[in-house]
């Protein structure tokens, strides 16, 4: 049971890493990550909306 525990703590730290935009015109950036306790659809939809997000105002993905 404990192996299962860790497999599915290193699943999620993965899923869990933040992705970085930046601003082409400022240099300012941000990360896109989540806190959500949620099952992993829950998480990638808020990282998703995230991403959309950025992609929407023109900030570059690093």
Do not use: Y
Request: aromatic share 4%; glycine share 4%; charged share 15%.
């Amino acid at each position: 049971m404990s192996r299962l525990i860790l497999i599915a703590a290193l699943i999620l730290a993965g899923c869990t890493s933040p992705i970085v935009f930046r601003d082409p015109q400022t240099g300012h950036t941000a990360e896109c990550t989540t806190a959500n306790p949620t099952p992993l659809p829950a998480a990638k939809h808020d990282i998703d909306d995230c991403v959309a997000m950025f992609n929407h105002l023109g900030w570059t993905r690093e």
